[in-house]
């Protein structure tokens, strides 16, 4: 199978570190960048300190995830990476085409669920998920037209139950 792109921004709790574990065709972006950036002790705290990820020990986190992104693009992976301004610009600004993928409206409990799951602090799971944010990021990734493909996730639904629409 072929890929059709090679990015898909997605949001939190969405499985982009679960498929990137159990399938080589994808990268996890956003973790290789933060465990490059913090100082990190293990999975639990990576995921408990989302936000307050503690002591900054390379300030070119954004220049090594850009070269990750360049580098990749051109092999046989898939990237995953959630909403990043730099990286996105970096997207539209060399015509590159990504899926878009954002949970359904309806499924704020379910994320809410899922966060508390892996251990994410409430900081964390309340600036994810408050009502007028949960409500503006649906629709602000509803109304987008940049993506060059979009699928909103049905309720219990995962990267890795989708994966294969990545591919032709």
Same mark, same amino acid.
């Given at each position: 199978?072929?890929?059709?792109?090679?990015?898909?921004?997605? @949001?939190?709790?969405? @499985?982009?570190t679960y498929l990137s574990k159990i399938d080589s065709r994808f990268i996890d972006l956003d973790g290789m960048k933060a465990k490059y950036k913090y100082e990190i002790i293990d999975?639990?705290?990576f995921e408990k300190n989302k936000l307050?990820? @503690?002591?900054v020990i390379h300030q070119?986190?954004?220049e090594y995830a850009l070269n990750i992104l360049k580098k990749?693009?051109?092999?046989?992976?898939?990237?995953l990476l959630s909403f990043n301004k730099q990286l996105l610009s970096y997207l539209w600004d060399n015509n590159i085409d990504?899926?878009?993928?954002?949970?359904n409206i309806?499924?704020?409990?379910?994320?809410?669920?899922?966060?508390k799951k892996r251990g994410n602090n409430e900081q964390f799971i309340e600036a994810m998920t408050n009502i007028r944010d949960w409500n503006l990021f649906?629709?602000?990734?509803?109304?987008d037209t940049k993506p060059t493909y979009k699928i909103e996730l049905y309720e219990g639904q995962y990267l890795s139950e989708i994966k294969n629409k990545f591919f032709k």
């Open positions: 199978m072929k890929k059709i792109c090679s990015v898909v921004l997605c @949001g939190p709790a969405v @499985g982009k999975e639990t705290d307050n990820r @503690g002591k070119d986190s954004l990749e693009i051109s092999n046989d992976k898939i990237i990504y899926f878009l993928v954002y949970p309806n499924s704020r409990e379910e994320y809410i669920n899922r966060m649906y629709t602000q990734n509803k109304n």
